[in-house]
């Protein structure tokens, strides 16, 4: 099945400053890649997604690129505010019917400091 | 914006009782998804559903857990005989149409179940 690793575990940058997590999947069948924040104690939100015949996706900071041949995926942050504070999830799911299942990596807090 | 509603949103049970989770999808939505979280850990797929059957499960969802979509709104996970270890946050996701053709899920609340 597929397993999806995402680094760093922490990070923390200035206010202003941009933010990269990184993630790598190991099923190459796999077509979808969603984002999602979760703030303390809240849902994970959906920020920003990419399809595999898509290399990058732009939504005004924030923006996700994908490298299917290297089976990785990236999340960029411009202008950090505090309010982008929180754990962000990566996740990976494979394009067969009857295997719509989200697997998601282990997460990075992200602190942006003031 | 339509959201995914979750309830409760705490329930304290004792070790070996039953509980029933509840979701109400997002009304024009046909898949469903139960999640599970352990504090400080990542999201995990328990189940999906669509057209009323599991499309598919992981190895939590053992015999002991079940689903159930009883009418046109709510989506139930149910947990027959609590363990310890089923102390989570757990949260009901849906998406109108299979996520592998690029369809995001999105998610409720969340339920935070605590086993004593």
């Known amino acids: 099945g597929e397993n999806v690793e995402q680094h760093p575990s922490t990070l923390s940058v200035q206010e202003g400053d941009s933010a990269v997590i990184k993630c790598t999947y190991s099923?190459?069948?796999?077509?979808?890649f969603p984002w999602y924040k979760q703030e303390l104690g809240k849902r994970p939100q959906l920020i920003i997604d990419?399809?595999?015949?898509?290399g990058e996706k732009k939504d005004q900071r924030i923006a996700v690129t994908l490298n299917k041949t290297a089976k990785h995926f990236s999340l960029h942050i411009t202008e950090t505010q505090p309010e982008d504070s929180a754990v962000y999830f990566c996740a990976g799911c494979g394009p067969n019917f009857g295997n719509e299942k989200l697997t998601f990596g282990t997460g990075t807090r992200l602190t942006i400091i003031p | 914006e339509p959201e995914v509603t979750q309830t409760p949103s705490h329930q304290v049970t004792q070790m070996g009782q039953e509980v029933i989770l509840r979701c109400v999808p997002i009304?024009?939505?046909?898949?469903f998804y139960w999640y599970r979280q352990i504090l400080g850990q990542k999201v995990e797929f328990l189940v999906s559903?669509?057209?009323?059957?599991?499309?598919?499960k992981s190895e939590i969802f053992d015999d002991q857990f079940s689903v159930e979509r009883p009418d046109g709104s709510n989506f139930t996970l149910k947990i027959r005989s609590t363990k310890l270890e089923d102390s989570a946050m757990y949260f009901c996701?849906?998406?109108?149409?299979?996520?592998?053709?690029?369809?995001?899920?999105?998610f409720g609340d969340g339920t935070r179940l605590s086993i004593l």
């Open positions: 009304s024009n939505h046909l898949y």
């Open positions: 996701a849906s998406s109108e149409n299979p996520t592998g053709s690029g369809q995001p899920q999105h």
């Open positions: 990419i399809r595999s015949n898509v």
């Open positions: 099923d190459s069948a796999s077509n979808y």
């Open positions: 559903f669509y057209n009323n059957e599991i499309s598919e």
